[in-house]
């Protein structure tokens, strides 16, 4: 018999499955896509409420769990430009504090992960920009509306002091060598900075101390800032070493406390016996596949 020319409609059916994406596909669409998440997450700010709260914030991260870092940015932008960053220490306004509250848990959760400065630091510098320019006190009335930790504003302040933007970078510098003043003159004891916040600060000082070597000319005398800053990294790796002591001092913290050329401590003598003596108190490998079994 003389096959038909029509196709079968599970063919057609499939077919048209295929095509209609490609049809979606493109530069124009993936905007309108982003577009449709960040009107929902803005809607989602804008209802918040204190009954609703909580299933919103759910809804919030469901949404920065499927969209990243974008997402993320965007939230804080919306947070941050909907509400009045009060010029003093008074409280903020009503209406603003359940998207205060959303924003400073928010901003503390994304700088305990040390890996999204940039979108912070663009989110800080939009704001800013529609504010009038981002300046040192600026920074520290958000710190403060977040209410933010001495040692997250340290780490605020580390993520500004690396923009490539001149003038933003500035008052960054301004910002982190006054909170890093506040934690030297800080009474508290011990001081209140955790492990992954001395972490950027150390990383921080030593960068600058390389990049402040390299621009002095060996014939030339360092400038009273230079001076300044200089003595306040050293003030600052002296304080930051009684807070971790050689003999409490986290692994990621070693390499940038206490192993600096002057340090009685040599870390590579003391990796090389660690790893020259096994520990028995760990399985060996032959242990762990007779555990497992054969395969399935």
Same mark, same amino acid.
């Given at each position: ?55 919103? +914030? ?24 909907? *509400? @009045? *960053? ?18 400073? /848990?928010?901003? /503390? ?15 800080? @510098? ?12 600026? +920074? ?40 890093? #003043? ?26 600058? @101390?390389?990049?402040?070597?390299? +621009? *002095? ?23 930051? #070493? ?45 242990? *762990? ?8």
């Amino acid at each position: 018999p003389r096959a038909s020319k029509r196709p079968c409609a599970a063919r057609a059916f499939f077919g048209r499955r295929e095509r209609a994406p490609a049809q979606r596909q493109g530069p124009g669409g993936m905007v309108a896509f982003a577009s449709i998440v960040y009107a929902q997450v803005r809607y989602l700010c804008a209802n918040l409420s204190k009954k609703n709260y909580k299933s919103i +914030v759910a809804e919030l991260h469901h949404l920065l769990a499927l969209y990243g870092d974008d997402a993320a940015g965007f939230l804080l932008r919306t947070l941050l430009d909907e *509400v @009045e *960053v009060p010029a003093d220490a008074k409280a903020p306004r009503e209406k603003d504090a359940l998207k205060v509250q959303l924003f400073g /848990a928010e901003l /503390a959760r994304l700088l305990a992960t040390g890996t999204h400065a940039s979108f912070i630091c663009a989110t800080l @510098e939009g704001s800013a920009a529609a504010a009038g320019g981002m300046t040192e006190e600026w +920074v520290g009335r958000v710190c403060r509306l977040a209410r933010l930790s001495l040692g997250q504003q340290l780490l605020v302040g580390v993520a500004l002091a690396q923009l490539s933007t001149t003038a933003p970078k500035a008052e960054g510098v301004a910002f982190l060598r006054a909170r890093v #003043a506040e934690l030297l003159a800080c009474a508290e004891r011990p001081l209140p900075i955790a492990e992954h916040e001395a972490h950027g600060l150390l990383a921080h000082a030593a960068a600058e @101390e390389a990049a402040a070597s390299a +621009v *002095v000319a060996p014939a030339g005398a360092p400038t009273n800032t230079q001076r300044a800053a200089s003595e306040q990294r050293r003030a600052l790796l002296s304080a930051l #070493a009684m807070r971790f002591p050689l003999g409490a001092c986290p692994a990621a913290l070693l390499p940038l406390l206490h192993c600096s050329p002057s340090a009685e401590y040599d870390l590579l003598p003391h990796l090389a016996s660690d790893l020259s003596q096994p520990d028995d108190s760990e399985p060996a490998l032959a242990e *762990v596949l007779a555990d497992l079994g054969p395969a399935a």
